[in-house]
C-alpha cells in the first residue's frame, strides 16, 4: 500500500505569481483534503473533494482552488500569490466507505513567497 | 465553530517516562471526534488515536492513550514508556462530526506541544 505523495518538496515564488501543488492519494482513498500549515501553527482547513468534486471550503479565498482527478490524485492551484502564503502545504487523504475519520497525510509543500 | 487549545507550547522529558499532552476543546456540537497528530521534522502529520464523543472507554493505541473528560472537555494524550523517537510536535484536532476525518468542514487543530525526549 503506497502512502501519500506530494511534489513538490519546496518551491519558491514571486508575489503575484501562481502556483499548483500536487497530491497523489494513498491507493483506493476517494476522499482528499488540503491543510494550510503557517510556521508555529496548526494546519488550517482549505478545503476537501470527494469524488471529484469539491465538499467543503474553510476560510479561504478563491484564489485558492483544486482539482481532483478520476483516479484520485489532487491539485491545489493559488493565484495572485501574496507573502502571507508562504506556508506548508499539507493534503490527507482518507477512505469514507471504511475508517472515514483517519486521515493520512502526505509530507507536504513547502511554499516560500518573496 | 470548534475551537481547539493547547496551553504547553513546549515540554522536556525524560525517556522512559510517561508524559501527558494536555489539550482542551469547545464545541456546541453533540457529535464531534477527537484526535492527536504527531508531526515530525520531516513535516507529515501521523495519525495517533481518535476518540467519538460519545465512546465511553478511552482509546488506546499502543503505547498512546486518550484521556477523554467529556465534562471538562478535555482529549490529553498519554504516552507510556516515552522513546527517543517521539520527540516531535504533537497536535490535538477536533471534527465537528464523530464519523468523518473532519469531513466537509475538515479538522480544527491546536497550535501543538513541542516534545522533546531526553536521553
Known amino acids: 500500500e503506497t502512502g501519500v505523495t506530494q511534489s513538490p518538496t519546496h518551491l519558491i515564488k514571486t508575489r503575484g505569481q501562481q502556483v499548483t501543488l500536487r497530491c497523489s492519494s494513498q491507493?483506493?482513498?476517494?476522499?482528499v483534503s488540503w491543510y494550510q500549515q503557517a510556521l508555529g501553527q496548526g494546519p488550517q482547513f482549505i478545503f476537501q473533494y470527494y469524488r471529484e468534486e469539491e465538499n467543503g471550503r474553510g476560510n479561504f479565498p478563491p484564489r485558492f482552488s483544486g482539482l481532483q482527478f478520476p483516479n484520485y490524485s489532487s491539485e491545489l492551484n493559488v493565484n495572485a500569490l501574496e507573502l502571507d502564503d508562504s506556508a506548508l502545504y499539507l493534503c490527507a487523504s482518507s477512505d469514507s466507505a471504511t475508517r472515514p475519520y483517519e486521515q493520512y497525510f502526505g509530507p507536504g509543500t513547502r511554499l516560500t513567497v518573496t | 465553530a470548534q475551537k481547539i487549545t493547547q496551553t504547553q507550547p513546549g515540554m522536556f522529558v525524560q525517556e522512559k517516562e510517561a508524559v501527558t499532552l494536555d489539550c482542551t476543546y469547545d464545541?456546541?456540537?453533540?457529535?464531534?471526534?477527537l484526535f492527536w497528530y504527531k508531526q515530525p521534522s520531516s513535516g507529515e502529520m501521523i495519525f495517533l488515536i481518535y476518540?467519538?464523543?460519545?465512546?465511553?472507554q478511552n482509546a488506546t493505541e499502543g503505547r498512546y492513550s486518550l484521556n477523554f473528560q467529556k465534562a471538562r472537555k478535555s482529549a490529553n494524550l498519554v504516552i507510556s514508556a516515552s522513546q527517543l523517537g517521539d520527540s516531535a510536535m504533537y497536535f490535538c484536532?477536533?471534527?465537528?462530526?464523530?464519523?468523518?476525518?473532519?469531513?466537509?468542514?475538515?479538522?480544527?487543530f491546536g497550535k501543538g506541544t513541542h516534545l522533546i525526549i531526553q536521553p
Open positions: 484536532a477536533m471534527s465537528p462530526d464523530m464519523y468523518s476525518g473532519g469531513g466537509a468542514d475538515g479538522l480544527t
Open positions: 476518540q467519538g464523543s460519545y465512546d465511553e
Open positions: 491507493s483506493g482513498h476517494n476522499t
Open positions: 464545541t456546541s456540537d453533540q457529535s464531534y471526534g
